[in-house]
DNA sequence: TCCAAATACGTTAACGTTAACCTTGGATGA
DNA sequence: TCATCCAAGGTTAACGTTAACGTATTTGGA
C-alpha cells in the first residue's frame, strides 16, 4: 500500500469542508455544489489522492469481486470464458478474482476457503465435480455459486453449461452419419479430468446407441492434455488398433497433435483416417486439413454468467413472488457441431 | 457478501473470550492456549464462521493484492506468464487483480486508475509504453511498478523483460546464416500494438546490419493478429513478392496460418519458403514441419517478477545502505533461439 | 410576506479486525 | 518468603469511508 497515503481527511482539512462532502464529491450524489466538488476535485489531483476502494468496500460491506475458479488459464477456452465474462463484469464495476486448481479438486477446495475469506459477491467455478467438503463450502456461502462448463447431476445452485457427454455424442452422429465405424478415442482417462472423462462417456454411449463397439479407447497423460501427447495416442491408436477408420479427440489440441503425427506418417486426412476434435479452437478453423469440431461457446458462457451474475447481484430487479428464494438458475448452453475437412466427405460406409 | 454474516464478534459471544482471543486464535500467535484455541476453532465450524480479510486487509492496510495488467489473456503466451506469476505470488499469500486492456493504451491507463484504488502492493504492467498520464500515475503510486516484456527505453521503475527488436535480429542472423537473402516480414504495424512494430523494427535493422533490403513488410491486422491473418498475410505477401525466400513472423500465430496458407497452395516448407515465427507456442514444436520460432521465455518472466515482487514487499529483507532508496531493478530474460525444420538445412545461398 | 420545501452542507457512529498496551494469577528462584 | 517473570488473556483505539440523520440557508409559490 502507499507509504504516504493522502485521505478524506487530508482533502477536507486543505478544502476546508467536512469529510463527508469530499465522500460525496466522489459520488454521484447530487447534494453537493458543483462549484464545491470541483473544487475537491481539483485539491485532489494536486495532492496526489486516490480513493480507497478497499475502505469503501469494507465499510459498505460489499467488495464488489467476483470468484472465478478454473482448472487453468492456460487454455484458449477457459481464457476466452474468463476474457468475457472480466470484461463484463467490469462493466458492472467488478472485479474478477481468478484462481487455478492446475486440474485438481483438492486444490479447488484449498482455492474455495481461501477465495470466501475475500468476500465475493459471487463464486463461479469450473465443472460439477467438487469434494465433499468444498461442496459444503459452496452451499454454505451465503453468495451466489455458477457451476460451468458442464451440466452437472446434482448442481450446488445456478449452472451456465453444457453437457460434454451429450456434445461428443454429436461428433460421433456426425462420423456414423458420413459412413465411418471403425471410431477410436483418444483422451480422458486420468484423475481429476472429468470433462475429459465425460467425453469419454459420451463416446461409450453414443456408440453403444449406433450398435458399434466402443472398445478402442486410448488414454492421454493427466490434463491438460496437450499436442504432444495427442500425436503419441495417435500413434499407440495405430498400433493397437490399425483398422481403425476415425479418431474422436476429447479436445483440438490432442486432435492436431494426431493430426501432425499422420502428416508425419503419410496417412492422409480424412482419406485414410478422419479426425475429430473438440472445442473449436483457433486451429481447428486454419489446419491443413480443417477439423471437425463442437464449439462449446466459452465466450456465450462468459457472456451469460457474467449477465446472471449482473442481475441476480442487482437490488432494482424485481423480486419474484417469493422473495428470498428465486430458486437456482440452469442456463443450457449450445454447442454447435463444425463439420469440417478432417472427416471428409459423406462416400457410404468407410 | 454473505447475508448473514458471522464475526469474531459473535464467536468471542459463544467461547466466553474476548474478540482479540478469537482473532488470536486464527493467527500463529503463541499467547494463547492451546485448548482455547482449539475450542474456538471447532466453535468457528459450527457456527460457519468465514475469517473476514478484507477487514483484516484494511485494518493492516495491507491488501496483499498485486495487480497485473496486460493487453489480453487470451494468448498463450501471457496466460503462461500470469500462470507461474500468480501460482508463485499465491504462496506468498498474495492473490493477483488481473486486468485487460485488449491492446489500447487508452484503456491500460484507465485501468490503472481503477486498480490503484484497490491498494494493490504492486502493479504489473505489459510492456513499456503508456500514456502520459499512464505514466504518471504509475510513478507516483508509491508501490513497486514492474514493466514486463519488453526492455523499456525509459522504465518507469522495475523491469523484467528482454528486447523484441534484439529477439528479431536473432532470428534474422539465423535464416541468413543459413543462406537466405529475400525475407519478407509478415505483422505489426497497426496502431497500440508495440511489440509488433519493435518486432518489425528490430527485422529492418537486422536486415540493414546484414546489407539486405528490408522493403518486403506485410501488415497484418491491429493485435491480436490471428492465425487466419497470417495466411491472409502470406497470400498478400506471394502477391507482392512473389520471389520471396523467408518469411519472418511477428507471431507463431502469424507463421502457422503462413504455414497453412503454403500447404494449401502446394508450396513446399521449407524448400521453396522458410517460415520463422515468434513465441515458442505449443504448435511451433509439433507442426509439420515445426517451427523455428523465438522462446521468450514466459514462465521465466512470470517467476522472476514474482520473485522481485516477493523480495521488494519482503519487510525482513536486509535493508540496503541506502535506508528507502534501493533503485530500480532490471532483469534481462534471455530469450532462446529455437532453430527448427521451417527454416531448412543450411545449403549454401538462396 | 411568510412558510414549506429544497439545497448544501455537518455530525455521529459503524463496518470487522488487530497492534499496542494493560492485567491477572500462578510458577520460579534465591 | 517475596520479588520476578511468564503465560494467557483483556481493553482500547484505530484503519478510511459512508448511511442516516440533523441543521442552516436559500428558493419559490400562494
Redesign the pocket.
Known sequence: MART?V???DL?KAA?????????A??AD????????ERILRLAEQLG?V??ST??N????RTDFVSVILPSINNANFAETVDVLSTQLALGGMQVLLGYTGYSLAREEALIDQMLRRKPEAIVVTGGQHTPDARKLLAKAGIPVIETWDWPQDPVQHVVGFSNAEAIQGVVDHLVDRGYARISFLGGEQGDDFRGMERRAGFVAAMARHGLAADRLVPTGPAPASMKEGAAALALMLDRFPDTRAVVCASDPIAFGALTECQRRGIDVPRDLAIAGFGAYEIAAISHPRLTTIDPMPSEIGLRTANLILRLLDPTAPEPEAPEQEGPIRIRIDWKLIPSESTGESTGTR
Chains 1, 2 share one sequence.
Do not use: H, L, P
Not at 58 to 61: A, D, G, H, L, S
Open positions: 497515503s485521505t478524506m481527511k477536507a476546508d469542508v467536512s469529510v463527508m462532502t469530499v465522500s460525496r466522489f459520488k447530487k447534494s453537493i455544489g458543483a462549484d464545491t466538488r489522492y480513493f480507497d475502505a469503501a469494507f465499510r459498505n460491506q
